[in-house]
């Protein structure tokens, strides 16, 4: 008998101490709404353990190494040689989250420049996806991965919102974009983007505990709500959602190499 398809959250944070605390509840029911996988960006060197103990508990889900840029202060670089040295101790899928945030707080922009650029380099020595945010910056985030992209960078915009032209030169760069709750949302550009865009380099995420998809905007949003994502998109380019989950599922296999 043919498996049956699994859909893959390419970016939860469950380590987050509200979904933590049932951890197992979340688990079981993202299994029950088909969501066979669950990838877990990093933040900081606080979160290491808890996600690293979720890892170990459920094989369903998997860690990445990174510093979030919201999370990039002074004592960067000293974070950073210290996330460093897990890549020598497990297997990560991914590194991330970073990239650049200038909605929160523009008064480390150097710095999250900088940490950017070193985790890019672990994502070309480790051969692994580099996982990028790019809120309020994602022509700087686009520019920085062209300067160093030599054909062995890929990796994904996470929680994507920009428009055609980028997602073009987000495609032509080899990158995947994540969608998530955002483009279920009444006045979302997205849409008319993704069908710009198509499919082919398209993974789900749901960002979780944030951007909840409608119908459950001021909740806690969770790997189970994926397939809202799918539905919507499935509505945006007239297929099925059978369609959308073995594409999005492919898309997502090939990017973390699974
Ligand atoms: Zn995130």
Redesign the pocket.
């Known amino acids: 008998m043919a498996a049956q398809p699994i859909l893959i959250d390419t970016?939860a944070?469950i380590y987050e101490d509200r979904i933590l605390a049932e951890i197992g509840t979340y688990i079981s029911r993202a299994s029950e709404n088909k969501v066979g996988m669950i990838m877990m960006?990093n933040?900081d060197l606080s979160s290491i353990d808890k996600m690293l103990f979720i890892e170990d508990q459920y094989p369903t889900t998997k860690s990445m190494m990174g510093l979030?840029p919201c999370h990039v202060f002074d004592d960067f670089k000293t974070v950073l040689s210290e996330m460093e040295e897990w890549f020598g101790k497990r297997n990560f899928v991914g590194v991330g989250?970073t990239g650049i945030d200038l909605y929160w707080d523009k008064s480390f922009v150097e710095q999250q420049m900088a940490a950017f650029d070193i985790q890019i380099a672990w994502a070309r020595s480790q051969r692994l996806p580099v996982?990028i945010?790019s809120r309020e910056s994602i022509d700087m985030c686009i520019e920085m991965v062209s300067e160093r992209q030599d054909g062995s960078l890929t990796g994904v915009f996470?929680?994507f919102t920009g428009d055609e032209i980028q997602a073009k030169q987000i495609k032509d760069l080899g990158f995947y974009i994540g969608i998530g709750g955002v483009v279920t949302y009444k006045n979302s550009e997205l849409p008319k983007v993704l069908i710009d865009n198509g499919l082919s380099n398209v993974v789900l995420e749901t960002?979780s505990p944030?951007l909840p998809p409608v119908p459950h905007r001021g909740k806690l949003n969770e790997p189970a709500f994926i397939p809202y994502v799918v539905e919507k998109l499935g509505e945006v380019f007239q297929l099925e959602k059978e369609q959308i989950e073995a594409l999005t599922t492919k898309n997502a296999s090939q990017l973390f190499n699974l």
């Open positions: 970016h944070h960006p933040i979030h989250e996982i945010h996470h929680c960002d944030y």
